[in-house]
C-alpha cells in the first residue's frame, strides 16, 4: 500500500509525475523501441514500467485517466515542464563543440544517418547524451515542483522520497535514478544519507510484500483444492 493513499489529490498527481519521470530515467536507450507513449524520452519507456505504473495508480486510490493523460497527451504538468527543461538545456549547449561531436557519436552508435536525418531529429538525439539528458531532466523536476507549489512538510518529503526509490526497485532502474534522488533532496532540503536508509527499507518492504503474496497464492490454492 502506498504511503500516500491517503493524501490530497494533488499530491497523489504530484506523485504520479514524479513517478512517471523517474521511468525514463534509464542510462539504456532503446531507440529502436515504439512504446506507445507521448513521452519525450518514450524510449526509456517499457511495458514493466506501465504495469507498475497501473499498480501505482490502485495503491494511490486515483483514476486511470489520471496515467493517461500523462502518457497519451502533451497537455499536463510533466510534457509541459519537460518541454520548457529542453529548451533551456538546449539553448545552453547547442553551440558546444564537444556535445556536438558527442550527438554525432550517440547518431553513429545508434546506426542514424546525419544525412538524410532532419535538423529536429538530430536535435533530438542530443538530448539523449547521458549529461545533457540528466540535466533535463533535473531542470524539468524543478519545473513540476514549483508548478504544484505544494506546501509539504519535512514528513511528507520524506515520504515522497520513500515512494521514489521503492518505485525504482520495481522499475529496476534504481542506480540509473541517484542523480534524481540528489536533486531532489536538495530541493527537499533533506539530506542526502536518508537515500541508502530508505533503499534498505525498500529492499525490506519489497521482499516481504513478495512473500505476503506468495502466502496468499498458497492459501488460495490450499482453499480451492
Do not use: W
Request: negative net charge; aromatic residues 12%.
Amino acid at each position: 500500500m502506498s504511503l500516500l493513499q491517503k493524501y490530497s489529490s494533488s499530491e497523489k498527481e504530484l506523485a504520479l509525475e514524479l513517478a512517471v519521470l523517474i521511468s525514463i530515467a534509464d542510462n539504456e536507450l532503446n531507440y529502436y523501441s515504439n512504446n506507445g507513449t507521448k513521452l519525450y524520452f518514450d524510449h526509456y519507456f517499457n511495458a514493466n514500467k506501465r504495469n507498475v505504473l497501473n499498480l501505482y495508480l490502485e495503491e494511490l486510490d486515483i483514476e486511470r485517466k489520471n496515467l493517461d493523460k500523462i502518457l497519451n497527451s502533451y497537455d499536463n504538468n510533466l510534457s509541459q515542464s519537460i518541454t520548457r527543461a529542453v529548451d533551456i538545456v538546449f539553448s545552453k549547449y547547442r553551440d558546444d563543440r564537444n556535445i556536438q561531436k558527442d550527438t554525432l557519436v550517440l547518431m553513429e552508435k545508434l546506426g542514424i544517418s546525419i544525412i538524410s536525418t532532419s535538423p529536429a531529429a538530430i536535435n533530438k538525439c542530443m538530448t539523449y547524451i547521458p549529461m545533457i539528458k540528466e540535466e533535463i531532466l533535473c531542470v524539468a523536476l524543478k519545473g513540476i515542483l514549483d508548478k504544484k507549489d505544494l506546501k509539504l512538510s519535512e514528513k511528507d518529503k520524506k515520504t515522497f522520497l520513500f515512494e521514489l526509490i521503492y518505485l525504482s526497485l520495481l522499475y529496476g532502474n534504481y542506480e540509473s535514478i541517484i542523480f534524481i534522488l540528489r536533486k531532489l533532496c536538495n530541493l527537499f532540503s533533506i539530506d542526502f544519507e536518508y537515500v541508502d536508509e530508505f533503499k534498505d527499507m525498500a529492499k525490506e518492504y519489497y521482499f516481504a510484500r513478495n512473500k505476503l503474496n506468495s502466502i496468499n497464492e498458497n492459501i488460495r490454492e490450499l482453499i480451492e483444492e
